[in-house]
């Protein structure tokens, strides 16, 4: 098996190759992409490329939509991405103006070392704190924590806190990657993967090349983090988007960065009344954007052809953490984690000669899987105004992050690393929250003729009913 390629980091033409060709667009559409802006994210990998190329890659679909619903001749430069604030959108978003986000993470999640190597606990989410603290019978100290984990083998405790229905990840790297059961099986898998179905009930809606997404129903049942970015995408270009969450589910943080242009309601998909408020909605929606393992839905009978008996023809994106084949095929799984699994950690610890991992600077494989999966989703909706067929895509960050491996590592060049963001980053705007007024980074990517913008404010989740406007 081959080790990282050291030669250096590729250019963004050639991640947006690898996204574009993997939504079954014609290369010679790429011609219409610019790149403009300078510096780089500080990293061993192309982050910055892989960031511009992604949300490139959406803004092309787009781009096609319009073109093929107005006939409209392609032409140069019609999709323009700043690499710069490509970057920052791969962060936060959102800058409160006189009150603060609570934190990032959970006092006990991080990086751990353990009697052979390092482990990271993600314990952000209440039962997977619980899980991770039962199977180390501590206290909820990161002293505690620390002191219990050097006792354990790290892909030992892996097991062990996954079982208990938590989410760890031990530190491997590339090649112990490629020879992992689940490493060789999401390897061999295509960057998205796609299924047509049946005729669809309805192919046709108001367009508006300038808001191309108006009129399209989104029914979005995603979490941290990849497919709340991909609904956020849908609903800047105008996509009626309707977020449903479980009654107890809680994400603070991370509310007024990706609820904005989305209405947010809840329901319990466990209860039969919860499931047939679900059923219905399904039947009202153009698309289904979904994140649940593998095997959840099926287990409430939602299958995926159970969602297209109720809504022929649906466009149904759904992503997984580390694939949709081979042993981890439904584990829990997030952006950090996964980094841990495949690689990125021991790699970015190796080449910075540091004593500890070393992550992406920012949450590459869930911001880069979301940009794709709302390229796919774009992507559908072209074919079903073609061809009056629905689409079935998968993604997953474990065969996202491969891209961004596979295209190897270079030196981190100080003298261009992006400097910190500066006013003229920020939109000139104030955004009035219910937490309080926010700047918001501009937003790094232009499509000829089309105006993007949230219709919506963040609002906190399950502020809304579940149902579609009038």
Known sequence: MDDVDTRGAAPPHHFLSSFWGAAGGDATALEQVRFTGAGDLPSVFGVTDFAAASMAAAGLAVAELTRSLTRTPSGPARVQVDRR??????GLSVRPQAWELPPIWDAVAGDYRARDGWIRLHTNAPHHRAAALDVL??????????????????????AAVVARGGCAGAMQSWRQWQQHPQGRAVLQEPLLHWQATGAAARGDWPFDPQRPLAGIRVLDMTRVLAGPVATRFLANLGADVLRIDPP???????????????RCARLDLRAPAGRQQCEDLLQG???LVHGYRSDALDRMGLGAEARQRL??????????????????????GFDSIVQMSMGFAEQGQRSAGADRPVPLPVQALDHATGYLMACAAVRALQRRAADGVGSIVRASLARTGAVLMAAGVGDVDTTSALAPETTGDWADTI??????????????IKIAGVRP?????????GSDTAQWSA
């Open 453 to 461: 913008g949230w219709s919506r404010p963040p609002v906190p989740l």
């Open 137 to 158: 019978q501590v206290e909820p100290s990161r002293a505690a924590v620390a002191h219990a984990v050097q006792g354990w083998a790290a892909q030992d405790l892996e």
């Open 285 to 287: 929606a153009d698309m």
């Open 431 to 444: 955004e009035h929250t219910p937490w309080g007024p926010a700047r918001r980074l501009r937003w790094p």
């Open 248 to 262: 107890d589910w809680d994400e603070a943080v991370l509310e007024p960065e990706i609820t904005i242009g989305k």
């Open 311 to 332: 809504r022929p023809g649906l466009i149904d994106v759904s992503l997984d953490a580390y694939g949709f084949t081979g042993p981890w095929k439904a584990r829990r």
């Open 85 to 90: 604030q490509a970057s920052f959108w791969f």
